[in-house]
Nanobody
Framework: QVQLVESGGGLVQAGGSLRVSCAAS????????MGWFRQAPGKEREFVAA???????YYADSVKGRFTISRDNAKNTVYLQMNSLKPEDTAVYHC???????????????????WGQGTQVTVSS
């Protein structure tokens, strides 16, 4: 049974930093591409960042230069380091796993096979 469990969310002031993590189990993590999406209240889920099995990365324009996605295959964990946070970054952050490894576009939610429940990130102004 595949499980993705996010952690590390919380409340932070604008301009601050936060790192969220996603621990995966029940899959061969090193062969999966991973992604982060977020969903704010009343808004659609949006792509944030993705990382391929080999470490290639891709970011949404809104977070480029502020967020960094990384992975530790030994720990079956993917991370999202978020710096210079803004109130508009407030959302529930979900990680997702893609077994096709970027054969499908990484920015599309339907690409991903498994999803975590999410962790809340709140940025105060």
């Amino acid at each position: 049974q595949v499980q993705l469990v996010e952690s590390g969310g919380g409340l932070v002031q604008a301009g601050g930093s936060l790192r969220v993590s996603c621990a995966a189990s029940g899959l061969t993590f090193s062969s999966y591409a991973m992604g982060w999406f977020r969903q704010a209240p009343g808004k659609e889920r949006e792509f944030v960042a993705a990382i391929s099995w080999s470490g290639g990365t891709y970011y949404a324009d809104s977070v480029k230069g502020r967020f960094t996605i990384s992975r530790d295959n030994a720990k079956n964990t993917v991370y999202l380091q978020m710096n210079s946070l803004k109130p508009e970054d407030t959302a529930v952050y979900h990680c997702a796993a893609d077994r096709t490894g970027w054969i499908k576009p990484p920015v599309v939610a339907e690409t991903y096979d498994y999803w975590g429940q999410g962790t809340q990130v709140t940025v105060s102004s």
